[in-house]
């Protein structure tokens, strides 16, 4: 058995996120001793361990609910965690692809930008008023 400190230990998981994932279902209540504190078993840090892998790959606490659920149905089809895995691939595609933009369009005002002052700087200046760089390159 582990105590919740125990448990942010051996997790890397602070002890509020815990609470937190306790309150939304994530994690099941932990049972009480009778000095009232926490107790988790090894299927607590195992799942604990699990939310927390999730999260680290940025995956959304309604896809780790679903996973979750899925991974207590042992006869659950496997093509619904395929799903989630995708959805959340597409979307790191599309940020990806929106990060590569930002980093293009950085680079073509940083290049543009040659002053000596703020008040001459293109770079301040295309960050207030895109339009005024989107056809200079």
Do not use: W
């Amino acid at each position: 058995m582990y105590s919740i400190g125990e448990l942010s230990r051996r997790t890397g998981v602070k002890v509020p996120t815990i609470r937190y994932y306790e309150q939304m279902g994530l994690l099941a209540a932990a049972g009480r001793t009778e000095g009232n504190q926490r107790r988790y078993d090894r299927a607590g840090l195992e799942r604990l361990s699990f939310i927390r892998h999730a999260r680290d790959l940025g995956l959304s606490i309604e896809a780790i609910r679903e996973l979750a659920d899925l991974s207590a149905r042992p006869d659950a089809p496997c093509a619904d965690a395929h799903r989630i895995a995708r959805a959340h691939r597409s979307a790191i595609r599309a940020r990806i692809d929106k990060l590569t933009r930002l980093e293009a369009e950085l680079g073509r005002i940083e290049t543009v930008c040659d002053a000596d002052t703020v008040g001459e700087c293109r770079i301040i200046e295309a960050l207030a008023d895109h339009g005024l760089c989107a056809g200079e390159h």
